[in-house]
């Protein structure tokens, strides 16, 4: 039995394809899973790998970067219509938007260019969302443009359901860690899930300035 966790939105788009997959490789292993936003203790609640997303704090457990992803600005093609002569950041700012309130500052952001020039806006939320895949969702019905991680995103812009707003413009992206407890030997089955992971994570779309791969 492998025991590990992961957060909801990239749980549910890559770590549990990657758990079926780590199934019919080594269908003698089974796997219990938390998906959950909250950040789980390994050591606390007894699991073998803890899946992080974003920027790690200092902790005394080990972690190991996997990959990593971009945050993008996103919206409907009708919103993005209603953007005609905005090329600047900051003059998004009283267009309705989306707030993840997951994330610790979900109304600040600073875009870059590609001349390294940065821009800075505050956001004002015209809707306040607690989970990412419920801002995605409100994002969809056209209650506004977000900031969401590519994982979260690819179907719809490949499908045209989103559009990249500003895609001149780029956000810090972040790391996807693999952290485990600080001990001297790692179980067998948590080295087998973490490659069966990081092919799954390699063979991911990865996100262009304009679009998808």
């Known amino acids: 039995m492998l025991r590990l966790t992961a957060p909801f939105d990239y749980g549910v788009a890559v770590v549990v394809p990657a758990i079926a997959e780590f199934h019919r490789r080594f269908p003698d292993c089974t796997a219990d899973v938390v998906i959950s ?21 200092d902790s005394n457990l080990l972690a ?4 990593g992803f971009q945050q993008l600005l996103v919206g409907t093609p ?3 219509a209603r953007l005609a002569g905005r090329t600047q950041p900051d003059q998004l700012a009283d267009l309705p938007f989306v ?3 997951v994330l610790r500052d979900p109304l600040g952001w600073s875009f870059t260019d590609s001349d390294g020039q940065q821009r800075s806006v505050r956001f004002s939320p015209t809707l306040v969302i607690d989970a ?12 506004g443009m977000s900031i969401l991680p590519d994982y979260a995103v690819q179907a719809d812009l490949v499908s045209g359901r989103l559009v990249r707003i500003l895609p001149a413009w780029s956000l810090e992206s972040g790391g ?3 952290v485990t407890p600080a001990t001297r030997f790692r179980r ?14 390699r ?11």
Not at 64 to 67: F, T, V, W
Not at 203 to 213: A, I, L
């Open 37 to 57: 936003d909250r950040t789980l203790d390994p050591v606390e609640k007894d699991i073998e790998l803890a899946i992080r997303v974003g920027w790690l704090t």
């Open 64 to 67: 190991r970067r996997i990959g």
């Open 78 to 80: 009708d919103l993005a």
């Open 99 to 101: 707030a993840n309130s």
């Open 132 to 143: 990412t895949l419920g801002a995605l969702e409100a994002v969809r019905s056209g209650a």
């Open 176 to 178: 996807i860690y693999a």
């Open 188 to 201: 067998a089955r948590v080295n087998a899930f973490l490659n069966v992971l990081i092919e799954c994570e």
């Open 203 to 213: 063979r991911r779309p990865q996100m262009k300035q304009d679009g998808v791969t």
